[in-house]
T-cell receptor, first 112, second 117 residues
């Protein structure tokens, strides 16, 4: 079966660093995505990892270990606007082709 | 680039009626479009995958006779919720994947909030 786990909620303060973990067990793997979603809005793309290692993009970095079925999203220099839900999604190949399977999301609250 | 629109952004309908939601890729051709449903404080649940010119593939547990999907062109897919009931009230989001060789990312529309009274 398909299973993607991430913490439900996290809190942090402005300026801090936070790491959101994601573990997955899926049938097939074509890459792992991280999305940010503000309440009532569609997800916006943050990062994509298909090979092991760390991908850095500004204040956000994402890490992948395929052998461990593990990824994390690292957010540095947190700002209030970073309060949102962060979705881990695995790209798999099913009967209809390539599709994204989403985790339940991690709600991050940043306080001053 | 890679913009996806949805229409309407929100809709209220009475129980028993049907509602059509449109998903358009504005500046690229999308061979594959996806329809998701999201309940409050839940993650996105894939409902179906739609390839242009062919029948949609529905995920387990999604009634294909209730959620009709049409992908008639490379830039438009529609989702029709037939005989809507209050439990169908949800946030419906579409996404599209481009038809270029290196395409792996899905581009999401802004979502449609459906309320069935």
């Amino acid at each position: 079966g398909q299973n993607i786990d991430q913490p439900t909620e996290m809190t942090a303060t402005e300026g801090a660093i936070v790491q959101i973990n994601c573990t997955y067990q899926t049938s097939g793997f074509n890459g792992l995505f991280w999305y940010q979603q503000h309440a009532g809005e569609a997800p916006t793309f943050l990062s994509y990892n298909v090979l092991d290692g760390l991908e850095e993009k500004g204040r956000f970095s994402s890490f992948l270990s395929r052998s461990k079925g593990y990824s994390y999203l690292l957010l540095k220099e947190l700002q209030m606007k970073d309060s949102a839900s962060y979705l881990c999604a695995v790209s798999t190949t099913g009967q209809a082709g390539t599709a994204l399977i989403f985790g339940k999301g991690t709600t991050l609250s940043v306080s001053s | 680039g890679a913009v996806v629109s949805q229409h309407p952004s929100w809709v209220i309908c009475k129980s028993g009626t049907s509602v059509k939601i449109e998903c358009r890729s504005l500046d690229f051709q999308a061979t594959t479009m996806f329809w998701y449903r999201q309940f409050p404080k839940q993650s996105l649940m894939l409902m179906a995958t739609s390839n242009e010119g062919s029948k949609a593939t529905y995920e387990q547990g999604v009634e294909k006779d209730k959620f009709l999907i049409n992908h008639a062109s490379l830039t438009l897919s529609t989702l029709t919720v037939t005989s809507a009931h209050p439990e169908d009230s949800s946030f419906y989001i579409c996404s599209a994947r481009g038809n270029w060789a290196s395409s792996y990312e899905q581009y999401f529309g802004p979502g449609t909030r459906l309320t069935v009274t």
